[in-house]
């Protein structure tokens, strides 16, 4: 069973630091893009970074560049991201999204397949 | 960044009821198109990728449709446990982005 469990939420203050990990199961974790996508309370989802398979290729969204760092290992079966420089906007539930990247025709798409449950992250002072 | 726009924001229907959703992006991006279900307190849950492609699972009932800037998400006949918000997410360039959300309610 596909499990993708997340860990490291809580209270932090504004400028403040925090690293959410993400720890799966079930599946062979090298072989597969990993995304993190979060959602403020009684807000939409918005995707914020992701990573390939070995680590060699990251994205991220403008908001959180310079800031935060998505990580992975896979010796671990678990992917990070550390987030530094945290502001009130910050505030979120943060998934872990795996990504089996569907290809066909010499295009990739990306698709999130499992989801975490998540963990809330409140920046606050 | 490419904004994806959906509508209605909300929506009121019956069980049996057809209903569509509209995703609009501000830009062309062929079919990388995917739609997602979320239901209160959970994880979104993947219903259709490649703009038309049901995932393993899924109900029948579910389709997509579209192409270049104007998408579509089909429920034919609702059932209770469609009622929930569904999002569209472009993937054909960064930032990856999301529809802002269309909340479908019983009427």
């Keep these: 069973e596909v499990q993708l469990v997340e860990s490291g939420g809580g209270l932090v203050q504004p400028g ?6 993400c720890e799966v199961s ?5 072989s597969y ?9 009684g807000k939409g989802l918005e995707w914020v970074a992701n990573i390939k398979q070995d680590g060699s290729e ?18 671990k079966n678990s ?14 539930v943060y998934y872990c999204a795996r990504d089996p990247r569907y290809c066909t025709g010499g295009v990739c798409y990306t698709l999130f397949d499992y989801w975490g449950q998540g963990t809330l992250v409140t920046v606050s002072s | 960044a490419i904004q994806m ?3 209605p924001s909300s929506l009121s229907a019956s069980v049996g009821d057809r209903v569509t959703i509209t995703c ?3 830009q062309g991006i062929r079919n990388d198109l995917g739609w997602y279900q979320q239901k209160p307190g959970k994880a979104p849950k993947f219903l259709i990728y490649v703009a038309s492609s049901l995932q393993s699972g899924v109900p029948s009932r579910f389709s997509g449709s579209g192409s270049g800037t104007d ?8 059932q209770p446990e469609d009622f929930a918000t569904y999002y569209c997410l472009q993937d054909y360039n960064y930032p990856l982005t999301f529809g802002q959300g269309t909340k479908l309610e019983i009427k």
Excluded: C
């Design chain 1, 58 to 75: 990251k994205h991220y969204v403008d908001s959180v560049k310079g800031r935060f760092t998505i990580s992975r290992d896979n010796a």
């Design chain 2, 5 to 7: 726009t959906q509508s």
């Design chain 2, 24 to 26: 609009r992006a501000s």
């Design chain 1, 33 to 41: 893009w990993m995304s993190w996508v979060r959602q403020a309370p």
């Design chain 1, 79 to 92: 992917l990070y991201l550390q987030m530094n420089s945290l502001r009130a906007e910050d505030t979120a």
């Design chain 1, 26 to 30: 079930g599946f062979t974790f090298s």
């Design chain 2, 71 to 78: 998408f579509t998400l089909t429920i034919s006949s609702l």
């Design chain 1, 16 to 21: 403040g630091s925090l690293r959410v990990s």
